[in-house]
Nanobody
Framework: QVQLVESGGGLVQPGGSLRLSCAAS????????MGWYRQVPGKQRELVAS???????NYADSVKGRFTISRDNAKRTEFLQMSTLKPEDTAVYYC??????????????WGQGTLVTVSS
């Protein structure tokens, strides 16, 4: 069974920084695209940033220049460095990955979510 475990959420003041991590575990043959999404109550989950296996990245316009996504393929881990945080960044952040599992099946896997609260 493939799992994603997130860490790094919490409370931060406006203008502050926070770093999220997401580690993949289980039987994984290939790890393709990874990403971070966020969701606030009453709204749809939205893509924050994504990164494919060759390192190319994509960002939502609202976070460009403030957030940086990266990955360590050897450790099957992705990161989201968030800087200059704003109250509107408050949300539950979910990591996401597309993998080929040990049986050869393609899977889309989600983490359990980690709450980021930006408030003074």
């Amino acid at each position: 069974q493939v799992q994603l475990v997130e860490s790094g959420g919490g409370l931060v003041q406006p203008g502050g920084s926070l770093r999220l991590s997401c580690a993949a575990s289980g039987s994984i043959l290939r790890l393709y695209g990874m990403g971070w999404y966020r969701q606030v109550p009453g709204k749809q989950r939205e893509l924050v940033a994504s990164i494919i296996s060759d390192g190319r990245t994509n960002y939502a316009d609202s976070v460009k220049g403030r957030f940086t996504i990266s990955r360590d393929n050897a450790k099957r881990t992705e990161f989201l460095q968030m800087s200059t945080l704003k109250p509107e960044d408050t949300a539950v952040y979910y990591c996401n990955a597309n993998v080929i599992d040990g049986t050869g099946r393609p899977l889309e896997v989600w983490g359990q979510g980690t709450l980021v609260t930006v408030s003074s």
